[in-house]
C-alpha cells in the first residue's frame, strides 16, 4: 500500500504549548498529533470539526530533521497591570510570564490510511487551501518533499520515529493525541512516546511498525 512523507520546515519559531503550564509557557519539541491532523485539515480547506474525521481514517508518525533549540522569550504582562480605566482593579497572576520557543525546527511526517484521502493531501500539501502555520498562527510553516512512499506493515528494532513507550537516551513526552466522547463531553486522550536524539534508533527489540521505502521503519498513531 502507499503511504505519504514530507517535510514541516518552520523558518522562524514555533510554540507547542503544553497545557498544563500557565505562568511560563513551556513547549513540546514535537508537534502533538492534533496539532498535525489540524495542519492535514486546513491544508484541505476542512472546517475545524473535520479534524475529528482524519483520526478515524489515517495515522500519523513524526521525527525530528534538525537539533530541536530550545530558547526562552519574557513577555509584558499586561493582565497583571491593575486596570485605573476600569470600574474595578483585577490582576491575573497566573498569566505567563515567559515563553518557550522552538528556534526553526524541522519535522519529517509520515501518514498512512486512507488512500483517497492520501491522494488529496498529496495535492493540497503542494498547494494547500488554506494558509499554513504549526503551533501559532504565526509560526508560519513550509512544506516541502511531499511523495507517495510505497508502505508495508512489519516489525523492527532501527526505529526512524518517535517510539510509543519510555526508552533509554530519549525524551520521554506525553502528546496530546485525540479527542473522544464521553458523559462529560469530548476528552482528550494522550500517548507517551520517546524521542530519540539520533536516527535510527536502536529499540533493543523488535517493535511494530510501518517501512516506508526501503529502510524505514516506522511507528504511527
Request: hydrophobic share 35%; net charge positive.
Amino acid at each position: 500500500m502507499l503511504g505519504l512523507s514530507f517535510f514541516l520546515d518552520i523558518p522562524f519559531f514555533a510554540c507547542f504549548r503544553r497545557p498544563t503550564t500557565t505562568s511560563t509557557i513551556i513547549s513540546y519539541t514535537i508537534p502533538p498529533f492534533t496539532t498535525i491532523r489540524g495542519l492535514l485539515a486546513s491544508s484541505l480547506g476542512w472546517i475545524p470539526r473535520y479534524n475529528l474525521f482524519l483520526q478515524e481514517t489515517v495515522s500519523i508518525g513524526i521525527r525530528t530533521a534538525s537539533v530541536i533549540k530550545i530558547n526562552s522569550e519574557f513577555a509584558k504582562i499586561l493582565k497583571g497591570i491593575a486596570r485605573d480605566k476600569v470600574p474595578y482593579k483585577r490582576r491575573f497572576p497566573s498569566s505567563p510570564m515567559s515563553r518557550h520557543f522552538l528556534v526553526r525546527p524541522r519535522y519529517q511526517i509520515f501518514v498512512s490510511g486512507d488512500e483517497k484521502i492520501l491522494a488529496d493531501l498529496t495535492k493540497s500539501l503542494e498547494d494547500p487551501q488554506r494558509p499554513l502555520y504549526l503551533g501559532q498562527s504565526d509560526d508560519f510553516v513550509i512544506v516541502d518533499d511531499v511523495s507517495s512512499v510505497e508502505t508495508e506493515k512489519t516489525t523492527g528494532r532501527e526505529m526512524n520515529s518517535a517510539i510509543e513507550g519510555i526508552y533509554p537516551e530519549c525524551e520521554v513526552v506525553t502528546l496530546p493525541y485525540r479527542y473522544s466522547d464521553s458523559m462529560h463531553g469530548p476528552r482528550l486522550e494522550y500517548r507517551t512516546l520517546s524521542i530519540p536524539q539520533r536516527y535510527p534508533f536502536d529499540a533493543g527489540k523488535e517493535v511494530p511498525c510501518y517501512r516506508f521505502g526501503k529502510d524505514l521503519f516506522v511507528q504511527l498513531f
